[in-house]
């Protein structure tokens, strides 16, 4: 039985992903993604899932950046999980009785209406996760009444949920994503994502620019693109994209071959089903159908058979 | 005598930073970089210094929101600090009589190899910030024998620097900004920058490249493109852009009048002297002198005098 | 009463346009394109009247040139004319009686199918103009029984028509422009077309892109592009734009500054009416309420009050 | 022995490009460039050669229709022609006995400064070409008493030269190409044309802008672009495109490619030594290593090897 490493402890939301990812794998908790991933390079997992963004937070820059400079993985899958905060106590705690809440500094931002709303009087300690701080509301002697977690942490740790999906916005998401070591490509399913990592070439005005045109020449349309430092100082960046599309896809291939022509690295992320299942709008010209003729033509007058 | 809020406690590279920005203004710590602005628009201080990014961690996503969702304040100066680490101590401790060591997490990963070599069997343990760990140094009976903050901080808690420059590349630099209230711009040096936050008018493919366009167009270079959920959901971002030159430059304010009439919304953040005194290149037929003369010839020819 | 060159003799396609243009002033004939441009210049006539561009044809290159290199003229409306060809005889001269024609080449070329099938037999010897065609076979001894001309021409000459619309493809039009010495340029209608000249500053490789981005950047259409020789060698090329809209709208006025600004010379050649009445699509955030708005927006950030 | 057809009657500029692009080649002269191109399409002759444009009078507008709509042929090469007058007299005739002087219209235009500095009583008669006119004056009973043409009709009508390169300006060039009916290109030499005709899809705004974007992003640059009508109308035109470099060539392939994919037809013309043997400016990661080493690279990502 393959199993899958993903970001601890148990409780967490991304062990939630994962069990939506891949239900019969069995999951193994790592302490942070850094952790997971080397689980997933060195063969003690068959893979990992991570969280790579999130709705309200932005990028998991932590995420991003090991997958630029460490050892390469295949991004293999993503899933779009909604943030829904429970609030988590020992059987046989009621809600006027919380005096002391502990949960991590998101949650408690995002919960912020529900606490003062409910629990005007609580003090309310950080805590390094949200299933942390299950954990520890669980651990003999706790100090605190009350966490606020994932649901699935109340499963791991014997407590019970007294309110549901407490967040101040019900919109919160997270995207989580699954990688694998380096081997066969998820398959076109004609609504994929391709991810993938560009070191420009060289500071110049409009390599940017240079970059973008890549993709839109071929029509293929970008999802997200991230800026993220080099560490060669300040104005120095590399960029992560997310586009549409498969790389086994005509368009999509020799855009990032124009990209890969053009900068100084590329390094290709993986192309994976979109968790949203949306098809990629493929403009005039651009469907592989369009490419292959195209080829044929080439050949063709290359022949000088015009 | 004016005060300006920074990112406290005492101690930090962010006071650091404001003492060189602003060296005869009173610096007010605030626990975090929301309390500081807040400061800053409540006129509780005249302003406020906050980082903005590092060349290795990336940007400082608190304050880009804080700027871009907040009520309105202008970036009125930049600095860029080299982030020196310095191994402090009570007054009379040696290196060798290091066991416990305090620090904030990400100094702890910049300062892995001199820990690993000078300090081989010590125990680290995470602090909320370089400069809080120092205090609890500093605090009576103690558990740490060290810290790893800046030296700055060493002056405040009464404790003596045994090792400087500890961290294990030389070249890491976070850049931080002073803030005012809305109010006279600085004026323009010659190597100025601007920064504004851009919300595009609909996610439609090629929005990204059209704004860019705005820019190129008018030969005004990027020097540094940030994206931002807007909380709508995965696959909704917005734009921080700092670009070079001085809004009232005639082609930095013709590119941002052209995103303005494009976008949903700009937010203009301000233009503030460039820390590195970079004078951007002017691209033939883009300086004032272009414009004016341009506008001109527009009237001649309007007036149908060809 | 004012008096307007056109391209003679009398009896032209071109007086045809005179008439529908400005119905109520006399027409002067001159021999060819440069002599009726001249006589608008030296005040002989009050204005012109000459062809622009032909939809089989092309480009009427002599004006082209001349509105290029010569004094300065504004145009000042346009026409699209259907070239509807019309076989002249002498009164009473019937179909059969048909053995020698005379037309101009072009009209040869475009009545073929006509000639072969109504006059197999018949000699066709080429004229300098549809026009002098006519005249020619009105003259005393003519040894032309027929011409192909303008119906116009009939009237001047004395000839009768015995067939109507003869050329091959009944869609054929020919473009005429009036041109005035530069003075207050006719005022925008909605519907208007702005034609310039452009000098690229110099022939570095995407150059044209260049030009061309400064309408797109401001949603502004061309409708026609034409390159001409400069006269310095093979491969050195300047340009004939038409666009969409007339100087006085914003966006237009900023595109041709900016053409102006990057190129070696614009030499502005007039707004004017659409012969067509074909409104504009004004894409979103370019229309003049749009830069006003937007002007107000950056004059207030300029100042600080964001 | 082969034969190329050209542009006649004996003793044209054509001719004369004729013997230096294929010295050991007899010539056939044709009436028109359609009855030369037609006897390279049927077979008649092995090709043609004949006038593509003039520094001075811009493009021969009946090569590029017919290129672009006749049965395909190849350009298989170029020459450029400096255009050099000579004024021809019958023996014995001496400067100063010249009254009557014939010549093509666009010679008489260019040597408007020598005919009136050496000739000033002359009157000049119109002639069909600069080879005829030298015809007309070697006819028995001539009511001309010289002509101006190229130097080498002097030798076909027995003429004598006694002025030499009497053009206004010196650096007129004509640039002639030789086509051949389809079959093997000519083989890259480093410095070549490739010659295209482009049919947009549809009349979009930006769809010109679209097309020179497929040449920008690959590197190739254009050298030439001129637009024609496509008989539907005033507003409506397809575009001859020159561009460095030869189809072999992986950016060229690729650019017009995606011109094919993009645009409702492309007519390869041929590709073929420059006259100028001007090597291309070959942008960083357009070389054809560029392109292999890409594609290699993209076989290895789509095979999960990364």
């Known amino acids: 039985m393959s199993k899958l490493a993903y ?7 991304c062990e939630a992903a994962l069990r939506l990812l891949a239900p019969d794998v069995e999951g193994v908790p790592y302490a942070n993604v850094t952790a997971a991933l080397e689980a997933a390079r060195s063969g003690t ?26 050892p390469p993985l295949l991004v293999t899958g993503e899933l779009l ?23 991590h500094p998101a949650a408690h931002t995002q919960c912020r209406g529900f606490i003062e709303r409910e629990l005007p009087g609580a003090v309310v300690v950080a805590a390094a996760s949200t299933a942390g701080a299950a954990q520890e ?4 002697g706790s100090p605190y009444d009350a966490a606020i977690s994932p649901a699935i942490a109340g499963e791991y740790y014997g407590l019970t949920a007294i309110a549901s999906n407490i967040g101040d916005r019900s919109d919160t998401v997270t995207r ?19 991810s993938l990592v560009v070191f420009l070439q060289d500071d110049h005005p409009g390599a940017l620019l240079e970059m973008l045109s890549e993709f839109a020449v071929r029509g293929v349309n ?29 368009r999509v291939g020799e855009a990032i071959s124009g990209l890969h022509r053009l900068s100084s690295d590329v390094r290709f992320l993986g192309s994976y089903p979109r968790a949203d299942a949306v098809a990629p709008q493929v403009r005039r010209g651009t469907a592989d159908a369009d490419f292959a003729e195209a080829a044929d033509w080439l050949s063709r007058i290359r022949a000088g058979r015009v």
């Open 45 to 70: 997992a068959d893979g990992a899932v991570v969280p790579l963004e999130n709705s309200v937070e932005g990028a998991i820059t932590q995420t991003l950046d090991e997958l630029a400079w460490g």
């Open 222 to 250: 970008l999802t997200r693109i991230e800026s993220r430092p080099t560490g060669d100082g300040i104005g120095h960046y590399f960029f992560h994209f997310d586009c549409e599309g498969h790389v086994s896809d005509a």
């Open 7 to 13: 970001l601890g402890p148990r409780g967490t939301f």
């Open 176 to 194: 989580f994503i699954r990688v694998s070591p380096p081997g066969l490509l998820p398959e076109p399913t004609g609504a994929d994502r391709t």
């Open 137 to 140: 509301v669980a651990a003999p």
């Open 81 to 103: 999980l909604p943030v829904e905060f429970t609030l988590l106590v020992r059987p046989g705690t009621e809600l006027a009785q919380i005096k002391r809440l502990t949960t």
